[in-house]
């Protein structure tokens, strides 16, 4: 049980991202979004990744891995414009 | 040492709505934010830190309460435009 709630969870947390940059990389349009939160974010979501390996957690590794490789474009995109 | 890193990810990954926050509560532009990505991430947010609480994780729990908090006011936003 905890790990399925962990898993639905780490679902929610990471797909909710895909809407996002599908947004961004078709209008390319980023005003609204904050630079300052997206690379904070994605320095944080890799030390995740890190804790979860340490505590052996496997929602915590899978969520935050995908949640990086969505966050990355949005933060590429950001830093370019 | 796996505590500690999990606080340092947790304080990174919520910490970085507050820029995000500032910005859409100053200048009211919500343009590029996606309304399907904070509604799917406060949900997912709001059951991490159920699970949170079932594996017996701090960093989990508070990370995912203060991120909740943070999220919320957004997504009023988002959905009152």
Known sequence: MPEWLGLVAAFLTTASFVPQVVKV?????????????????????????????????????????FTLALCLPILCLLVRR
Do not use: D, E
Request: charge should be positive; avoid cysteine.
């Open 25 to 65: 990389v078709r209008t390319r349009q980023t005003t609204g979004l904050s630079v300052g939160m997206y690379s904070m974010f994605s320095t944080g979501v890799a030390l995740w990744v890190v804790y979860g390996i340490t505590i052996g957690s496997r929602p915590v590794i899978l969520a935050n891995a």
